[in-house]
C-alpha cells in the first residue's frame, strides 16, 4: 500500500489484500464471491446500510439523498430474483456523492452501470424489476456470509473482496 493511501480517507485506493496483511484479524473479510460491478474498481468508506428483500424503494431515496463518501451495503437477503438498483439509481448515487454500493443481491443495467464512476459490488443481475413498496429497515446492522456490518464501521472493496471493520 502507498503512504499516501490512509484507509481512514476512504478516497484513495486502497489493496484490500495489502490492508489485510496490515491489520489483519481487525478485519473481518466477505468470503462470498461477490462481483465487481461498477467503474470504480477501488472503494471505500463508512457504511450505511439498508436491509430489504425485492423491494429497492429505499435503496433508490437513500441514494438520492448526500453519500459524502460513504458505501451504501445493502443486504437483500441474496436474493438474485430481482434487480434492486439499475442505472438510473446508480446515476443518482454518482451524482449524490457515494463511493459505492454493496449489493447482496442482483443489480440490472451491468454495462451502463460498468461506465460510472461507482464502486459496485453484487452477487449478479436480473433484468426484473424489484417492488416499489419500501419495504425494509435503513441504518440497521446487517450480516452478509458471516460479516456484521454496522452503520458507520470502515468497509473497503476491491476486485479481491470486502473487508469490514469488526
Ligand atoms: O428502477 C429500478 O427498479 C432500477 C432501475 O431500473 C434503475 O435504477 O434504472
Not at 481512514?8 to 466477505?30: H, K, M, P, Q, W
Request: hydrophobic content about 40%.
Amino acid at each position: 500500500m502507498s503512504a499516501a493511501s490512509t484507509p481512514a480517507e476512504g478516497t484513495a485506493a486502497v489493496n484490500t489484500a495489502d490492508l489485510y496483511d496490515e491489520r489483519g484479524d481487525e478485519l473481518a473479510s466477505i468470503s462470498l464471491q461477490f462481483q465487481s460491478l461498477g467503474g470504480r474498481s477501488h472503494f471505500s468508506g463508512q457504511a450505511r446500510t439498508i436491509r430489504c428483500f425485492q423491494d429497492n424503494a429505499l435503496v433508490k431515496s437513500t441514494l438520492a439523498t448526500p453519500g459524502n463518501g460513504k458505501v451504501l451495503v445493502v443486504d437483500g437477503g441474496g436474493s438474485l430474483g430481482t434487480a434492486l438498483m439499475g442505472d438510473m439509481i446508480a446515476e443518482s448515487a454518482v451524482a449524490n456523492g457515494w463511493a459505492g454500493v454493496v449489493i447482496n443481491g442482483a443489480i440490472r443495467d451491468r454495462e451502463a452501470i460498468a461506465a460510472l464512476d461507482l464502486g459496485v459490488k453484487a452477487l449478479g443481475s436480473n433484468p426484473r424489476k424489484s417492488a416499489k413498496a419500501g419495504a425494509g429497515e435503513v441504518d440497521v446492522d446487517v450480516e452478509i456470509d458471516g460479516v456484521a456490518i454496522r452503520p458507520g464501521c470502515m468497509i473497503w472493496c476491491d476486485p479481491d473482496g470486502i473487508l469490514v471493520e469488526r
